[in-house]
């Protein structure tokens, strides 16, 4: 059993999502940790090419659950973030992605949203919903989780 990924000190855990454009994965994934980490973990997300907005996809879909994205605007990721976060999530964007020593990285694979139907969304919403939830509880091992968002809508 691998021990919770947590800082080196009392602070708050902090997570970059990192994807190309910044309009899809990494958005999902951010609003999720905000929504389900009650203040506990500090979620950014940044891309390596960021686009203009997010995918309007993306935003009704997670609007259909609840979640507001009106103030999310795509950011450039840039190694100061990556340095000051916990764990930097790499969502597609590979090679592209800056390094930075002493970070843990890891790569999930999920599908771009960009472009897809609804149905397409909301399945790599509901993927990324889980994977964010199992991520909450390793780096808050105490932290009780709401009812998952996507579950409540089914």
């Known amino acids: 059993m691998t021990q919770p990924l947590l800082p080196p000190d009392d602070r708050t855990p902090q997570v970059v999502y990192a994807c190309v454009r910044n309009g899809g994965r990494s958005v999902i994934a951010r609003v999720l940790t905000e929504h ?42 840039t190694r100061e973030m990556i340095a000051a976060s916990t764990l930097a999530i790499t969502l597609g964007c590979g090679e592209q992605c800056p390094y930075v ?26 993927d990324l919903d889980r994977r964010v939830r199992d991520l909450l509880r390793e780096l808050v091992p105490d932290l009780e989780l709401p009812e998952s968002i996507v579950v409540a809508q089914q």
């Open 36 to 77: 389900y980490a009650q203040g506990r973990v500090v979620a950014l997300s940044a891309g390596t090419q960021p686009g203009e907005h997010i995918h309007p996809e993306v935003a009704e879909a997670l609007q259909g659950l609840g979640v507001d994205t009106s103030q999310e605007r795509p950011k450039h990721l």
């Open 101 to 126: 020593p002493g970070v843990t990285y890891r790569d999930w694979p999920v599908d771009d949203p960009g472009g897809q139907d609804q149905a397409t969304v909301r399945r790599i919403i509901a």
